[in-house]
């Protein structure tokens, strides 16, 4: 009989894509791919354990998933990702529901740790996470068949005392330009129209390879695949934005005016103790060269509150530099304490209750700053890639090029004739918060 696999994905897009691959393996061994886990004979489930909600997730996952074996059909179930990375022993000691581990370096070798689960083994297969990409491998879409995730790199050097990527990823490792031009190439073949380039780092693409910054020239090339109509740039590192990388983003027609760069805090104090490059004048200084230089720019970012030793004054300040700066898309996590990070070992570590209350006191006031952005594209004609037909309002929703997939906001669009995957002209005629209105011209 052919086993039937579920592949159940937590976490970030870099985990999707490393879910893709797996898919592509599984499928080339001839084993089905299934979408209801209640069918499936074997289940894999991608974790996450970047955070401590993170980590809660992918155990709750794989206990709830076990119950499978004896109210489904489920034979084997492998754990793989970032929390087997870290925790492999304690995952094996403690969960004797599962069946196989395998870590983010290893999971290449998926239909060999599939076999050996099924035979009872109980395989683990967790070396240094050194894998990159250079070798082609098979992968199966699971987004929407016109955009999807490209890694550029692996791992992280950059040493933050707040985060465990790389105790879990590993070193900093550029993929070669060939290898990723050959998989962009693949994936237009395929229909992909939007490409979202990803790494821990991708500023900092090319230092390793090449000895210098290799970015901008890197979304140029990729731009120049002939079926690819946008290019849109993610985790960028604010220590490694070059001008160049300015210059490029606002030169080319294909690349989105979008910069995803999560900055963490705004005061010197707090990233001084995160480790963290420049200071509140080199933040203001850079978001203006790319303001200035990149003219309608969407600017998103990230920002932690409740490090260890964050006190209600720089607090404050945080929330008068959202005030200011004005971010178009902007989340906020609270902070997490990994063990064996420096940040988990300082002193001054700030209660749950108030790390909440900082959190949603930020969000509050992005949300009035991101209402008042959105007013800003009323009467303007941007195009719109189509992603899906609301039957029940009628209406076509998709996303413009100031809008990452999932993350950000949509675009309702009436009198459309475009078809799905299709970039259509819309003139913008309402706004809600992140979400615009509008008709198609």
Partial sequence: MTEKVKIVTLGCEKNLVDSEIMSGLIDERGYSLVDRQEDATVIIVNTCGFIDAAKEESVNAILEL??????????????????????????????????????????????????????????????NPVFNYEQSLPRKLSTPRHTTYVK????????????????????????????????????????????????QDSTNYGTDLYGEYKLAELMDKVSGVPEITWVRLHYAYPGF????????????????????????HSEDTVLKRMRRPGRNRDIRELIAKIRDGIPGVSLRTS???????????????????????????????????EEDTPASRLPDQIDEEVKEWRANT????????????????????????????????????????????????????????????????????????????????
């Fill in 152 to 199: 550029i790199a692996e791992g992280c050097d950059n040493k933050c005392t707040f985060c465990s990527i790389p105790i879990m990823r590993g070193h900093f490792r550029s993929r070669s330009m060939e290898s990723i031009l050959a998989e962009v190439a693949q994936l237009a073949a395929q229909g992909v129209k939007e490409v979202s380039l990803i790494a």
């Fill in 362 to 441: 930020l969000m509050e006031i992005q949300r009035s700053v991101a209402n008042e952005n959105s007013g800003k594209y009323i009467g303007q004609v941007l195009d719109v890639l189509v992603e899906r037909y609301d039957g029940r309002s009628d209406v076509y929703v998709g996303r413009s090029q100031y809008d990452a997939p999932e993350i950000d906001g949509q675009v309702f669009v009436s009198n459309c004739s475009a078809g799905i995957g299709d970039i259509t002209k819309v003139r913008i005629t309402h706004a809600y918060d992140y979400d615009l209105s509008g008709e198609a011209v």
């Fill in 241 to 264: 934005f070059t001008d160049e990388l300015i210059e490029t983003i606002a030169a080319n027609p294909k690349i989105c005016k979008y910069v995803d760069m999560p900055l963490q």
């Fill in 303 to 337: 920002l932690i509150v409740g490090f260890p030793g964050e006190t209600e004054e720089e607090f404050r300040a945080l929330c008068d530099f959202v005030r200011e700066i004005r971010f178009d898309r902007l989340g906020v996590f609270t902070y997490s304490k």
């Fill in 66 to 127: 076990a119950e499978l074996k004896e109210t489904g059909k489920l034979k084997a179930l492998i754990v793989s990702g970032c929390l087997t990375q870290r925790y492999k022993q304690e995952l094996m000691k403690e969960m004797p529901e599962i069946d196989g581990i395998v870590g983010t370096g290893d999971f290449y070798n998926i239909n060999r740790i599939v076999d050996e689960a099924l035979k009872g083994k109980k395989p683990i297969h967790v070396g």
